[in-house]
């Protein structure tokens, strides 16, 4: 029997508010660091948008999905990279996920010290607080990428 992957969905005044800070983002405003995610579809083709918040780790920069395995974690996996927006700047990446290692549970121990306030009732009662062997285990739940710039 094969485990369900965790994807908690959007309620539809958060979906609301994602278009509202999609848009701003999109015409330049970024609230707390936010950015247009762009990803082509795996099945369509399209270019899919969600607002984001990377996530800058010991030098590296981070897409962490606080809701699981979502439409952009999947298309992102297919892509293997997309673009950010910022009003008129457009920086394209490539995404490479990290593993369901200690290494990845202090990138989600760092984002949640960072993001908690936002995004900790996605996390099950995982915290920034939580002990290690905690966010080791809520690792597979959320996927996180490396994304590196590209000219």
Not at 23 to 28: E, I, Q, S, V
Not at 38 to 49: H, Y
Not at 96 to 111: G, S
């Amino acid at each position: 029997m094969t485990q369900q992957a965790y994807y908690l969905r959007a309620s539809s005044s958060a979906r609301w508010l994602n278009k509202i800070v999609g848009r701003l983002a999109r015409h330049g405003l970024s609230l707390m660091g936010s950015a247009e995610l762009s990803v082509r579809g795996r099945r369509s083709g399209q270019l899919q948008r969600v607002p984001v918040n990377t996530h800058a780790f010991e030098g590296e920069r981070y897409l962490v999905s606080a809701r699981g395995h979502s439409q952009w974690v999947r298309n992102m996996r297919a892509a293997g990279g997309g673009e950010l927006r910022l009003g008129r700047k457009v920086s394209r990446f490539t995404a490479v996920e990290i593993a369901d290692d200690a290494a990845k549970a202090r990138i989600v121990r760092a984002y949640l010290e960072r993001w908690g306030w936002e995004v900790d009732q996605y996390f099950q009662g995982v915290t920034a607080k939580s002990t290690d062997a905690e966010l080791l285990a809520a690792c597979p739940d959320h996927p996180v990428f490396r994304i590196t710039e590209t000219a």
